[in-house]
Antibody, heavy 118, light 107 residues
């Protein structure tokens, strides 16, 4: 069964850095893109972009380009979402999900709550 | 960017009702549309891909239709477990975009 396990909730202060993770089961990382989706409190879903772990090719939404960094370690089947300087407006739940071409996001992680507050 | 407009934003219905949610794209996206269900505190779940293909494990009371710019998600007989928020997403062009969501609540 395909599973995506995300790292636990984080609390940070504005200006701090953070990296959260998404670990996939089996061989799913070999031939699938991993997408990141943001959901701010009481708001809808926003596609941030995605990474192809096999070669670390990335696609960023213009709204998130330069604000976050995607990376991946194919040896451990893990994808990462990173911030170098958090803002209060980064407070949200972040989901990773498997991107199946022509289908969309067919398997999702459980989400990671990131709280940024002074 | 392609904009997706869902309507209604909020829907109150009873168990057994037939429910229809619409999603309109700002330009032709062919059939490159997916529907997701999200319950409070949980990750979204894929319901339908390619506008009308039911995802594995999704009950047959769910159906999708449409192409081009106008799409619908229909629940033929609403069940208690169907009360949730539903989102459409276009996968025709980057950046991929979601609709604003439709919350289906118990009447």
């Amino acid at each position: 069964e395909v599973q995506l396990e995300q790292s636990g909730a984080e609390v940070r202060k504005p200006g701090e850095s953070l990296r959260i993770s998404c670990k996939g089961s089996g061989d799913m990382f070999a031939s699938y893109w991993i997408a990141w989706v943001r959901q701010m409190p009481e708001k809808g879903l926003e596609w941030m972009g995605m990474i192809y772990p096999s070669d670390s090719d990335t696609r960023y939404s213009p709204a998130f380009q330069g604000q976050v960094t995607f990376s991946a370690d194919k040896s451990t089947n893990t994808a990462y979402l990173q911030w170098s300087s958090l803002k209060a407006s980064d407070t949200a739940v972040y989901y990773c999900a498997r991107w199946a071409v022509g289908i969309s996001l067919d398997f999702w992680g459980q989400g990671t709550l990131v709280t940024v507050s002074s | 960017d392609i904009q997706l407009t869902q309507s209604p934003s909020f829907l109150s219905a009873s168990v057994g009702d037939r429910v229809t949610i619409t999603c309109r794209a700002s330009q032709d996206i062919r059939n490159a549309l997916a529907w997701f269900q999200q319950k409070p505190g949980k990750a979204p779940k894929l319901q339908i891909s390619a506008a009308s293909t039911l995802h594995s494990g999704v009950p047959s009371r769910f159906s999708g239709s449409g192409s081009g710019t106008d799409f619908t998600l229909t629940i033929s007989s609403l069940q208690p477990e169907d009360f949730a928020t539903y989102y459409c997403q276009q996968i025709h062009m980057y950046p991929l975009t979601f609709g604003g969501g439709t919350k289906v609540e118990i009447q």
